[in-house]
């Protein structure tokens, strides 16, 4: 989604803008611009298309010490130059980039053409600089608290004054903004990422605060002007993970990374002692984590998958009822909350706008909600109640691979935890931690198969339709393999039950529509392959990804991706890699921008 980069200091402003534009272009954008100032003047320049579009058309000599930049991604307007931010006001004397939706905007909008503001753009957020000139007397961030009270929505903003050369006012409401502490100069932006390379230092604006920042200083309040004293905090993470490190694409390199970013997720977490795990940012006592009746997950997207695996994994291993649920949907459904149950909010980046308001929302009704994301300092990692960091390390391309893994390892985690304390025996405990433990190492393995892998992609990419099926534990994987093919490739597969084909996808099955059939070595084999044989003769090509040697499965299929052999629920740790690569190489080989697929945005902070 939209991002947003403000800097004030030393340095060429128009060159620090453009690289933490660069650096903002995995969250997904359409067009892109900046406002330098310089010569006493603002220097607008907006583009749509990539940031190399846009810094072709900056004048190498256009210099300045302040400035704002931003990523669009349309949602208000169609996508063209006219309606890239930055906007300004009536005499091009204010400027503000802005992130979030502007619900009231019709109204307020027609209010400030009747008093004589003169509008060019067909978005929402033009509305936020007429309203800080119709009130502004000569204090900058006075008028944005004006303009800001009267804004019903979302905002992230950063905004400059021409009579006020070297200052940055920003402000957030439900889109995130940083503040970034440099030596002798200091920036505003919508994630780290943008301005990582410049300082680690930081401060996480909350809801209804403002910053107000120069090149030495910053000042945090709320909307009434109340002082806000504001902790400074150190970003653990380094510049080269966000660097492609010499692979092609992100993804890629995301995929290659999920031995060692598995491992970080149970690091530190293992008790090989009592056999058990320990999650220290959970906030619950073993009293609380025994009185736990019922659990509940809400994420969106791969995140949802990765938590119908918890579910899956919380019910057959801690023996736990538990739900899961896409958070969009739960939000406007009127959850009943009940005793004893504990809640998950699931999300790689932690500012997905549908997952932070379900949980606000089953907070406002007196749940607990633990988090499982990501991105360290997120809304809704610092909104929960508590919660697990999943280290994963920055996810930069938009398909999410190794953050799926790293929350399913967390579920591992968690389910070994509560069944500990209830009916898993030490032994039991012990041989659970073996076979978590063996998994990055199965991972490697399969990684070992790429170049196959790909060879089967480019014999499957011209198909238009796929169907993805799974049973268990791993019909959640069948439907992350779907939406990894859909998202980059753009080619058409469904994910299902492998047993529910028969209550309608079936009549889709001829030569024209593959079938991806996860079969592991457990008690559903045998019921996998009469589906498989019920495809086969109704000529339906067969990819299955299978256990190392099962000549069964490798005669009934047209092609194999081979699995090592693993204990019965660790399977989806492993199944979801190669469809990972297979939804890559697919993408790679149709030419699609795989890192930044057309119309998503990495973290979506938008309903
Ligand atoms: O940051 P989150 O995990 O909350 O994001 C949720 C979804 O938007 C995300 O998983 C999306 O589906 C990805 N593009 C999937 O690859």
């Known amino acids: ?152 929505g979302t905002y992230g903003i950063v905004c400059m004054h021409i009579d006020h050369p070297g200052k940055l006012v920003g ?24 301005i990582i390379s410049h300082t680690k230092q930081v401060v996480y604006l909350e809801d209804g605060e403002v910053a107000n920042i120069d090149a030495d200083d910053f000042r945090t309040t709320d909307l009434r002007d109340q002082v806000i004293e504001k902790k400074v905090e150190l970003v653990s993470w380094e510049l080269e993970e966000i660097e492609k490190d010499g692979f092609v694409h992100f993804m890629e ?61 919380l019910e057959s291993i801690a023996r736990i009822p538990c739900t899961v649920e896409i958070s969009s949907e739960l939000r406007y459904r009127n959850p009943v909350v009940e005793r004893n149950t504990l809640h998950f909010a699931v999300s790689q980046s932690g500012e997905t706008a549908d997952t932070l308001y379900a949980m606000r929302e089953l907070q406002r009704k007196g749940a607990t909600v633990l988090g499982i994301c990501n991105v360290v300092g997120s809304t809704i990692a610092r909104e929960s109640d508590g919660g697990v960091y999943i280290h994963s390390g920055p996810e930069i391309a938009v398909a999410s691979t190794k953050a799926f893994t790293s929350q399913v390892t967390v579920f591992y985690l968690f389910s070994l935890l509560l069944s500990r304390m209830r009916h898993m025996s030490y032994e039991e405990g012990v041989d659970f931690i073996q076979n978590l433990q063996s998994v990055p190492v199965k991972i490697e393995q399969i990684l070992m198969n790429n170049q196959a892998i790909r060879n089967m992609a480019v014999k499957y990419s011209h198909f238009k339709d796929f169907l993805f099926l799974g049973r268990g534990i791993n019909y959640p994987v069948a439907m992350e393999g779907a939406l990894k093919l859909k998202e980059i490739s753009y080619i058409h597969a469904e994910g299902y039950s492998a047993a529910e084909m028969k209550h309608g996808p079936i009549a889709l099955i001829n030569e024209e529509t593959p079938c991806l059939f996860l079969v592991p070595d457990d008690g559903l084999k045998e019921k996998i392959i009469s589906n498989m044989r019920e495809v086969k003769s109704r000529k339906g090509k067969i990819i299955a990804v299978a256990v190392e040697g099962d000549s069964e499965i490798t005669e009934i299929s047209d092609d194999v991706i081979e699995v090592p052999r693993m204990k019965e629920c660790f399977y989806p740790l492993v199944m979801v890699v190669p469809l990972q690569l297979f939804a890559y190489h697919c993408a790679v080989e149709l030419g699609r921008d795989v890192d930044q697929p057309r119309n998503l945005a990495k973290s979506v902070t938008v309903e």
Not at 273 to 299: C, P, Q, W, Y
Request: charged letters at 25%; a negative charge; hydrophobic letters at 35%.
């Open 1 to 152: 989604m939209c991002g947003i980069i403000g800097y004030c200091g030393p340095k060429p402003a128009a060159a620090v803008i453009l690289e933490g534009l660069k650096r903002l272009e995995y969250r997904g954008y359409d067009s892109a611009g900046l406002c330098i100032y310089s010569d006493g003047r603002f220097h607008i320049i907006k583009r749509t298309g990539k940031i190399r579009d846009l810094r072709n058309s900056v004048p190498p000599l256009l210099k300045g010490d302040f400035g704002i930049g931003h990523t669009r991604w349309a949602t208000h307007g169609e996508v063209n130059n006219v309606n890239a931010h930055p906007h300004t006001d009536c005499d091009d004397r204010i400027a503000v980039v802005h992130n979030g939706i502007i619900e009231n905007y019709v109204s307020l909008k027609e209010k400030l053409k009747s008093e004589g503001h003169v509008f060019q753009t067909e978005t929402d957020s033009e509305v936020i600089p007429h309203l800080i000139e119709k009130y502004y007397s000569g204090d900058l961030e006075e008028a944005v608290k004006e303009a800001l009270a009267l804004l019903k």
């Open 253 to 313: 390199k995301e995929i290659f990374e999920q031995p060692e970013s598995v491992k970080r997720a149970m690091g530190g977490r293992i008790e090989p002692d009592l056999a058990t795990a320990h999650l220290g940012g959970l906030n619950m006592s073993n009293k609380d984590l025994l009185n736990i009746e019922r659990v509940r997950i809400v994420a969106a997207g791969t995140s949802f998958y990765a938590g119908m695996v918890g579910a899956y994994l």
């Open 171 to 194: 402000a957030r409401n439900g889109s995130p903004l940083v503040v970034g502490i440099g030596n002798g100069e200091s920036f505003l932006a919508s994630d780290v990422t943008a």
